[in-house]
Nanobody, 117 residues
Framework: QGQVDESGGGLVQPGGSLRLSCAAS????????MSWHRQAPGKGREFVAS??????DYADSVKGRFTISRDNAENTMYLQMNNLKPEDTAVYYC????????????WGHGTQVTVSS
């Protein structure tokens, strides 16, 4: 069965950087729409960034600071996060899906990102 596993979270100071990874197994990321979402304390899950067919999309709150990418050979998706702000603190989740096949929609367990001085 397909699954994804996030890693790379941690504690950083404002202005710092982190690189998150989403390793996929049981499917190939090149055939899926891949995305990152996050959930801050007391708030709902929000969209962060996505990549599909080489097209990237970003939430306004992270545009210019975050970069999403995909390495097909490694079957892994990445999120490079620069100039981190306290409001970026959240659990970050990886998602993989086939838009027209509801049976192929996978979520990871999340990785914690904390931005604090």
């Amino acid at each position: 069965q397909g699954q994804v596993d996030e890693s790379g979270g941690g504690l950083v100071q404002p202005g710092g950087s982190l690189r998150l990874s989403c390793a996929a197994s049981g499917f190939t990321v090149s055939r899926f729409a891949m995305s990152w979402h996050r959930q801050a304390p007391g708030k709902g899950r929000e969209f962060v960034a996505s990549i599909t067919d080489g097209i990237m999309d970003y939430a306004d709150s992270v545009k210019g600071r975050f970069t999403i990418s995909r390495d097909n050979a490694e079957n892994t998706m990445y999120l490079q996060m620069n100039n981190l702000k306290p409001e970026d603190t959240a659990v970050y989740y990886c998602n993989a899906r086939l838009p027209f096949n509801a049976d192929h929609n996978f979520w990871g367990h999340g990785t914690q990102v904390t931005v604090s001085s």
